[in-house]
């Protein structure tokens, strides 16, 4: 069971959510510590997308209890909105607008004031690279500078909690790079983050805890490499001068698999030291050419894949 405790910005407990007698969420435990970025990583129709909504007040629930920042949901729907702000998949930006108008806007909603919001306006554009751009409008801006102006306009309020709803897709590498330096920067200023994704090096890269949601249900919850140990696959690739070596290093290591093309010997392994001390020692004829030695531990493409089955409906929105 999941308990909200005072270091948590987001606590779920048996969140259940159906649309049309169809389960979505099917008692899903979730707990954020604050100051964190929490992934939640699942395939088109996990139920990911529907949790955001969920917690940000967006959609009803069915079952459970919820809190976030502190308040309870429902009845506290109100008081967690001036705590939280949301990012969604696709940059909500006022094209017709400039960068700047965009955030002056979005002050103003928040009640800043005209001045104070063109002030806030001013530190935003700065922070996050747009001040050469910032009188143009936003429907000359390329994808990854409206994604920039998007996210700055999420912090305009400067809320203690931020939804980022599979924010990069679409964006190219670069663009890609520099959100996730930005999410960095938001997390050491303090901000906790709870992140939808369904890149793998997503959520590898940023994340201090990762929960897999696979139909509905969380399978699976922990850090990257507490996650990787839950799947075995780990395995030591050795390649040899040639194919007679290749044959006499195989009847050593009968648990190997050959592959006399390309003299290569695949060996399972845990990755400790102990058994790669193991699996030398057992090699034991020293006149053996190794022309290549590689470890492989299982990433979390393998705990994805693993975990959740590869056939998906679209999520209902």
């Known amino acids: 069971m999941t308990l909200y405790e005072p270091g948590d910005a987001i606590s779920v407990t ?178 906790t983050i709870l992140l939808t994704t369904q890149y793998l090096d997503e959520a590898d890269a940023l994340a201090d805890r990762i929960a897999v949601l696979d139909s509905g249900r969380i399978v699976a919850e922990g850090s990257a490499d507490e996650l990787k140990r839950l799947v075995p696959g780990g395995h030591v690739e050795l390649r040899l001068h040639d194919e007679a070596q290749a044959a006499a290093a195989a009847a050593a290591l009968p648990e190997a698999a050959l592959d006399p093309e390309t003299s290569t010997l695949t060996i399972p392994t845990d990755g400790s030291i102990g058994s790669l001390e193991s699996l030398l020692d057992r090699l034991g004829d020293r006149t053996l050419s190794v022309e290549r030695f590689a470890l492989h531990s299982p990433d979390l493409d393998d705990v994805f894949f693993a975990l959740t089955g590869s056939e998906r409906k679209e999520e209902v929105r």
């Open 14 to 191: 048996g969140l259940r959510k159906s649309f049309a007698g169809r389960p979505v969420l099917d008692g899903v435990d979730l707990k954020v510590p604050a100051g964190t970025v929490f992934a939640l990583l699942g395939a088109n129709g996990a139920g990911k997308t529907t949790t955001v909504r969920v917690l940000s007040t967006l959609l009803p629930f069915d079952e459970g209890t919820v809190e976030v920042a502190g308040h309870a949901l429902p009845a506290a729907a109100r008081a967690v909105r001036t705590e939280i702000s949301v990012t969604g998949q696709y940059a909500s930006v006022d094209k017709l607008l400039t960068g700047r108008e965009n955030l002056v806007l979005m002050g103003e909603l928040h009640h800043l004031g005209r001045r104070r919001a063109r002030e806030r306006a001013g530190e935003l554009l700065q922070r996050f690279d747009l001040v050469d751009a910032a009188d143009r409008r936003a429907d000359t801006y390329s994808g990854g500078m409206r994604r920039r102006l998007d996210l700055a306009m999420s912090l305009v309020a400067r809320p203690k909690v931020l939804f980022l709803d599979e924010p990069t897709t679409g964006l190219d590498p670069r663009s890609r790079r520099d959100m996730w330096d930005m999410v960095r920067e938001l997390v050491r200023e303090g901000t």
